[in-house]
């Protein structure tokens, strides 16, 4: 006999991991302090932090695996369940990137002076029209001329909604056979290659292998497998079974791994020649990272440490659910703006950047999302075979 269950309330009783709101205070950082690092003179210090673009990875890594283990066992492809799931999903992403996409379209139409200069002085209206359209549709990262315009942050937000799209596949596949955590990212690679083959010249969409693997969903999508698989494992796990040491081994091992890009990446400078070290500091960064930002997670979730219990703090706690907010707006024209009439300091653009996150989520962002949610006010019932 059929019964039937109420996704969203099902979903929602899943366990939440106080540590991991709290890890993403910590990515966001990272991605300000790499930001910070490519304009500041060259030194050892400098060169390490420019590799603390791996807090993009970190996202990567635990929206695959949150996704994953709030969704794993309720997918079913019905109509009922998509209404619900891409609801959830529009309610977490979209609003504030509207109206922070929006305010930067405001500065531009009273061109500022710290404007994008393409956009004020060649861009017609056709390519202004093309510009909004792929921010709105969260499509632009798809063109290599307009990966960094607006929101320049906001190219992963791409990365993130291709994988939120194809993710109800890809957990029903896996809940068939775990074989398909493999198969996916060579599938994913290969219609990369394929898009990247086909030389569209619109604002050079696909425009390289490079570009593809680094920037899109289709070279990225093993960040997002590794999270998966570690949803998966721990599903598997007997009950009460706990970790042991796995908080420290990623941790040391994304520090060496951000150690060893900087001494394979770094040494070019001086031996251009030795650009063959690009092949090993990719495949550290595109496949043992992400392996290892799992093993860190796998930790904070079932371990006790000092990490942990420092992210699972009310600090940390609040600046995680500000970071979305704080990604989004710590460059660009939100940045040129402070820069340009307050001040260009480190650590002054860093205090009123978190301020204002904190202020545009609770007044803004959690509003938003929790009006968006209270739309499905009666939960969608699916049947499914007993």
Known sequence: MPHSYSLPQAASTQRYFPALTGLRAVAAGMVFFFHVAELTPPSYLQGFVKQWFIGVTIFFV???????????????????????????????????????????FVQYAL????????????YTWKDRLF?????????????????????????????????????PLLLLLVRRRAIFL??????????????????????????????????????????????VALAVWLRRQPAGRSVRRCTLIGSLAIIGIMACSQYLIGGMNSHPTQAIWYVPAGLLQLLALPFFIAVLLAGLTGEQSLLRRVLETKTAHWLGKASYVFYLIHGGPYK???????????????????????????????????????????????????
């Open 62 to 104: 635990l929206s695959g695996f949150l996704i994953a283990h709030r969704y794993m066992d309720w997918v079913t492809l019905t109509p009922g369940w998509w209404r619900v799931y891409l609801r959830n999903r529009f309610a977490r992403i979209y609003p504030i990137f509207f109206l922070l996409t929006a305010g930067v």
């Open 111 to 122: 061109r500022l002076p710290y404007v994008s200069s393409a956009w004020v002085d060649t």
């Open 336 to 386: 040129n703006a402070f820069t340009t009439y307050v001040t260009d300091n480190t650590w002054v653009r860093l205090a009123v950047g978190i301020a204002v996150s904190l202020a545009l989520y609770k007044w803004v962002e959690h509003p938003l999302n929790q009006f968006f949610r209270a739309k499905q006010a009666k939960p969608t019932l699916i049947a499914v075979p007993a």
């Open 131 to 167: 510009v909004v359209l792929a921010n709105l549709t969260l499509t632009r990262a798809f063109f290599g001329q307009l990966i960094l315009g607006e929101l320049p942050t906001a190219w992963t937000l791409t990365v993130e909604e291709t994988f939120y799209l194809s993710a």
């Open 182 to 227: 493999v198969i996916w990212p060579v599938v994913a690679l290969v219609v990369g290659l394929v898009l990247v083959g086909m030389h569209v010249q619109i604002y050079r969409f696909m425009e390289s292998t490079r570009f593809m693997i680094g920037f899109t969903y289709f070279g990225r999508a093993t960040d997002f497998i590794m999270g």
